[in-house]
């Protein structure tokens, strides 16, 4: 077991009904004047802003709003709150949506924070010790953003999307009724459940051994959401299994699931650029990337995909063959993402790469050479290219 | 699964040589002057003391130490602590030591921030909203008050043994650097797991259904601290067996393990009594009164007892008959007890109470009739009576 920290500070208020506690939860951090921050109309349509505004009137604060955060959220959006917060005097920032609007929340407030030009986090140009507080009332399980300290943003300017992790931004606290997420459609809820799944999968494949504390959470924790996955599919409007979901969500993503161990993060690194280049959606990436990647690295210790196997897949146990278990187990997670309407590959996820276009995929991962990715097993732009192919 | 909150706010630096961040780690809590509290001479024996008091000065800071808790901690050495506080301006108690220590930490926190007799917050007569900023060195693992918001104080007028729970308690940091409980006897490393383990249990069994995710971190967590008790057993210096033990440790009491359930408690309490009336070992009363309780209780939801029989004590599923699976599982849990050298009878504890007693105990645990404990089964005076006398 490695060293390790954890800090995941943020106060979690779940369930039926919690979001009528938003006003008094922002008061009792401090909060006078609530930049309202969102994404599309359906916060909107639903009547769950109104309900917000009302108990932020309730509490006695003023606010503004600020809609049109977009999946993949941009940029310029941050800068119009940076400078809204800043003609308003806004303290404190509610995040109402998913990740995009909670990540661009925390760009926000790095920005109103810090001054100078927010990029430079993203960038690695500068690093911030300040941030305005942030809280969230979640409306879709997937991105973890709600519990963790990163941040994902998309400069229009050449389509870079960059993450900047830092403790100073992690929300404040976390309101999270799973009925707010009853309305998602069945392809954002399977999304949901792969970056879930994945967040503890890039902790989880590790060649670090004796994490067998960490290791129960994060095989409990993929059960947990497979099982429930597959009852959404067919029964969107089941409270309990949305609530699995959701709470699975954020644990997977607070530093949990990766305590002691070394993480790998290269499907993530893979998906950006897929992301970046054809505006897929993040959950659909992984999918369809993660079988070849695995397939790719588990020679490294096929013995840890074979324990993945078991205690996640279910798959049986071939004592005397850890390298067929491994494979078996892979392909049980595929026929997984399958149940689910999930893509195994980029033709499934309805992209057709040409060969340029991969080469400048891994380029651009690479960080231009810069970089290598991936832990389990260390992958150079040629690694990441031969992946790319591999998922065509 | 019921609404719930988790709040864990507590910074945890683990591994290997993480006392020499003590200093820093104060200083970045704004700590200057702080309190150093201890319990026995062994922190001062190994060096441990010396150590963090160099961190402390590396990072500029000054200090007062304040030593001596015992185990079921004093509350006329919190008055000392309190009154030390005030009379050198501290404004930081780092607490050096086990559950017993950093429940004493707690209570000093409190009584300097808030003023007045701070017994009252123990004995419901006031609510805390402050408490001076309290840190942890960890020396032992078992209580998890370095990640809880409980502290418990022994008052010597009566001998009352009283818990109070608040957030504004929760220790800044915890340093664990599981080297430091290499030299605990085997007793109390078995002492500690129970703890632990009841700690999961007491949150576990509960009526509540749909409750996966968090089942799943129970069992781990309990398959852990089996697993690993066992090999301390043999090899006390086994540092991955102490590290899994030490994260266990803290997950099991900081709310993690009761998300969306009804804890029941009953056992706890019914220790409590126990430790006043004997000042046995709170983990061996725990295993002594454990198998009594689950018996005379699980019969209300036989299901429950049997997936812990299955899940956690690796029983086979008798699926005609859960009644037989939960018995076999009650009796699995405490073969294991037995196999780490812990009682599961108040004669192998040591302690034989005479009927006169036992109905004390009961009635002093129902607050003279005032109140009921439990919530798995709800039990008055006389069933407390009843499972004190079927473990004797």
Redesign the interface.
């Known amino acids: ?9 943020t ?8 979001q009528k506690q938003t006003g008094e939860l922002v008061k009792s951090c401090g909060g006078k004047k609530v930049l309202v921050h969102y994404g599309s109309k359906s916060a909107k349509k639903s009547g769950l802003l109104d309900e917000i505004l009302e108990s932020l009137e309730g509490a006695g604060l003023s606010w503004v709003t600020l809609g049109g955060v977009v999946p993949n959220p941009r940029l310029s959006k941050v800068y119009e709150g940076i400078e809204l917060c800043r003609k308003e005097g806004v303290d404190f920032i509610l995040a109402v949506g998913g990740g995009s609007v909670i990540d661009s929340a925390k760009a926000i407030g790095y920005g109103v924070a810090e001054g100078g030009d927010v990029w430079d986090f993203y960038s690695r140009k500068r690093t911030a010790v300040s941030c305005l507080p942030v809280g969230a009332v979640l409306t879709i399980a997937a991105a973890g953003s709600e519990m963790s300290n990163s941040s994902v943003i998309t400069n229009e300017d050449g389509w870079l999307k960059r993450g900047y992790n830092n403790d100073v931004c992690r929300c404040r606290f976390a309101i999270m009724n799973p009925e707010l997420t009853y309305t998602l459609p069945a392809y954002q809820t399977a999304c949901g459940c792969v970056d879930i799944m994945m967040h503890t999968m890039e902790r989880y494949f590790t060649k670090e ?2 994490t ?6 994060g ?3 993929l ?2 959401v497979m ?2 996955a597959g009852i959404l599919m067919e029964e969107p409007e089941n ?2 299994a949305r ?2 979901v959701m ?2 969500g954020s ?1 997977s993503h607070n530093g ?1 699931t990766g ?2 161990t070394e993480g790998d993060w290269a499907c993530h690194q893979l998906e950006h650029e897929l992301g970046g280049m054809f505006d897929v959606a993040h959950g659909a990436g992984l999918a369809a990337i993660w079988g070849s990647w695995a397939r790719y690295v588990y020679r490294e210790k096929p013995e840890r995909f074979a324990q993945f196997a078991v205690n996640v897949c279910g798959a049986p146990n071939d004592f005397s063959d850890p390298e067929a278990t491994a494979l078996e187990g892979i392909r049980a997670m595929e026929r997984f993402y399958h149940s689910i309407g999930m893509p195994v590959s980029l033709k499934e996820l309805g992209v057709n790469p040409t060969e340029e276009q991969i080469r400048e995929m891994a380029h651009k991962c690479g960080f231009m050479g810069k970089r290598t990715v991936g832990a389990f097993k260390v992958l150079k732009e040629e690694d990441m290219a031969k992946i790319y192919r591999l998922a065509r």
Chains 1, 2 share one sequence.
């Open positions: 077991m490695q060293n390790f920290e954890y800090y995941a500070p106060k979690v208020v779940f369930g039926k009904g919690t051994t004796h067998q504390m960490t290791d129960g959470i095989e409990a924790l059960r947990t099982h429930n409270y309990n609530a699995e709470w699975a644990l949990l305590c002691g």
